[in-house]
């Protein structure tokens, strides 16, 4: 038989085929099909330092640098057809079991794929956090997300400055940040569904600082010989009971052992009396244990499809399963049950990955975010429903994020709302006195100190502050008003609607970096923005050509909607330029939805206020 040709990177550096390669695919070892694998691809390091040495030639020295490497374990989680698998929150809960057995670090980085370490000290930023005095309550360290390979203008605003230097370090200041679902550091423990510690007593608070000091839930002895001693001190549940390990976390006695070491491991440092059942200094320089068959055995059980069977994985430990936003979920339940997390900006970014950057690829991006929060609305999970461990402050933010996507319906009144009060020739309201000009100038300009004042506090630039601005518009006139009707659909009719996109050109530039800004691909959740363009320009025009053959011309409306309807223009210049792609390339569909809808509201016009002659004062015209 000829030899399979495979390619180089399939292969491991001791020449043996690397197990995870579907190249070749056979039985029960294809993509999708395929029992659970783990690849050890570094050991555990020695206990003793390793030095480095000196090359010749070299102007590096590496004498004196410990050159020993954390241990690296490949996981995949074993897939069978018709199982649900629970996408990434599912692979995340198999990894937190595998690395439970192999390595149990107290903490855990959680990252994406399609991210990377920009900056190797910011881990250990984040452990200093829950290593200090009061630190054994944070659940999480979450780190803004920063991107590469944006085109210099964030036409789209892919670089979401407003939310993460803003948003995010305002929620610093109450509970914590919201899970964004990558760039975070978790405490194993939290993600194990225990209570904080001290978190017996609590009281509606406002913010974290008014919380009194109550008992603690969960506890370890304090000696490292007795790690797997769990002592509940005075909690009076049930589900810290470790007889009742098993039905939580399943039947791997690894697993269970595994758990209190990891708590009493992650535990601030008994080196100040105001801290109470902290870890004695030296406790973790103990020798770790070598592989055996029996870890990696037991590692691979625990990733099976069946082993979350009868347990509480994906319910109340782990990731949370049943929404499109299981990190959004996730971090709600550790603040829901009294924890608190930390928003870490270092003053170099700490990770740094890709996001798509064109029109297409965003607007679905942003609907995926936009159902989440709408499955969260309609869920238990809604902040309406917290318990009254979380803050009330926490509670509102919470509550925003499942309501935003509704405010589609509040944009899409406000857009077209111009152009009806052109084509009806009434404005808005029916004089301009002092009175409205008044209670409109104040809305502005305190619309504006507030716009300001979050420029200058958060240090993003107002060009930013203006694409965020921007893409709220489009994203809430297309992707949130779609999640809406999706989400509702969902509950009451048990309908699911998938928004495809179908590819009408593509770019061809290999030498611009950006040329995937300019790919156009058509999908339905383009349409209403631009129903709302040609609305607003025919309005525009229709409106011009009525004040100028008027008997008595009302400039003043005239002026009115116009401008508001500019102001509805000029949000959506960012979608309008997205339309024409590279050169006017305009894909055909838009031209004819563009004529489509142009041809429509013009019989509509016609129908409902059809020509009359001159003898209304502001109202329908005729040509000479």
């Not at 917290?386 to 926490?394: D, E, N, R, V």
């Not at 077209?416 to 009806?424: G, R």
Request: charged letters at 20%; hydrophobic letters at 40%.
């Amino acid at each position: 038989m000829e030899p399979v040709k495979v390619s180089k990177a399939t292969w491991m550096t001791d020449g043996t085929h690397w197990p995870g390669t579907w190249t070749v695919p056979t039985h029960e070892h294809s993509k999708g099909d395929h029992a659970g694998i783990i690849q050890v691809m570094l050991k555990p390091p020695s206990e003793e330092p390793l030095h480095g040495t000196t090359v010749e030639n070299s102007p590096l020295d590496f004498t004196e640098v410990d050159i020993r490497l954390p241990l690296l374990v490949y996981v995949s989680r074993e897939k069978r057809p018709g199982y649900d698998h629970n996408k990434k929150a599912g692979a995340m809960n198999a990894l937190v079991r595998a690395s439970a057995i192999m390595s149990n670090g107290p903490f855990i980085l959680n990252l994406d794929c399609d991210h990377y370490i920009y900056n190797s000290q910011a881990i250990r930023e984040g452990m200093c956090f829950m290593m200090d005095r009061g630190g054994d309550r944070i659940c999480y360290v979450q780190f803004p997300q920063r991107f590469e390979g944006i085109d210099p203008s964030d036409r789209y605003a892919n670089h979401n400055t407003v939310f993460f230097d803003v948003n995010m370090r305002a929620l610093d200041g109450l509970q914590g940040p919201v899970y964004v679902g990558t760039g975070c550091l978790f405490r194993r423990t939290a993600l194990y569904g225990f209570d904080p510690p001290r978190s017996k007593d609590y009281h509606f608070g406002c913010c974290s600082c008014c919380s009194s000091r109550p008992k603690r839930s969960l506890s370890v002895s304090s000696a490292p010989e007795e790690h797997r001693a769990l002592r509940m001190g005075d909690s009076d549940d049930d589900q810290m009971n470790p007889s009742l390990f098993s039905k939580r976390f399943g039947n791997s006695i690894f697993l269970i052992d595994s758990i209190p070491v990891a708590e009493f491991q992650g535990r601030p440092l008994a080196d100040h009396p105001a801290v109470k059942n902290g870890r004695p200094p030296g406790a973790l320089t103990i020798p770790r244990e070598l592989f055996d068959a029996s870890t990696v055995v037991e590692a691979i059980s625990v990733i099976s499809c069946w082993y979350e069977d009868k347990t509480e994985w994906g319910n109340r430990v782990g990731w949370i399963y049943g929404s499109v936003t299981e990190d959004v979920v996730t971090g709600y339940r550790m603040h829901n049950r009294g924890w608190r997390s930390i928003y870490c900006v270092t003053k170099r970014d700490a990770f740094r990955g890709t996001t798509p950057i064109n029109l297409t690829d965003r607007l679905h991006q942003v609907l995926r975010w936009a159902t989440g929060s709408v499955e969260i609305f309609f869920s238990r999970n809604n902040a309406f429903l917290a318990s009254p461990k979380m803050k009330i402050l926490q509670r509102i933010a919470y509550l925003n994020v499942g309501i935003y996507p509704f405010t589609s319906v509040f944009l899409i009144v406000y857009c077209f709302l111009p152009a009806l009060s052109l084509f009806s020739g009434q404005f808005i309201v029916q004089t301009l006195n002092v009175t409205f000009l008044t209670y409109l100038l104040v809305i502005t300009l305190t619309l504006c100190m507030l716009a300001v004042l979050e420029i200058k506090w958060s240090g993003i630039a107002l060009e930013e502050w203006w694409r965020n601005e921007q893409f709220w518009l489009i994203g809430g006139t297309s992707a949130h008003l779609a999640a809406v009707l999706q989400g509702l659909l969902k509950v009451i009719a048990g309908i699911e609607i998938s928004f495809t996109s179908t590819s009408k050109s593509a770019g061809d530039d290999n030498d611009d970096d950006f040329a995937d800004l300019y790919v156009i691909k058509w999908t339905s959740l383009m349409i209403p923005p631009i129903t709302i363009m040609i609305t607003n320009l025919i309005a525009i025009a229709v409106g011009f050509s009525r004040t100028i053959y008027s008997t008595i011309p009302q400039w003043s409306r005239l002026l009115g909607g116009v401008f508001f309807s500019f102001w509805v223009l000029a949000h959506l210049y960012p979608f309008a330029k997205g339309l024409m792609g590279r050169r006017g390339r305009t894909p055909t569909i838009v031209y004819v939805w563009s004529g489509l809808i142009a041809i429509t509201i013009s019989l509509l016009w016609v129908a409902i206020n059809p020509l009359a002659g001159n003898n209304q004062i502001g109202g329908s015209f005729q040509f000479p």
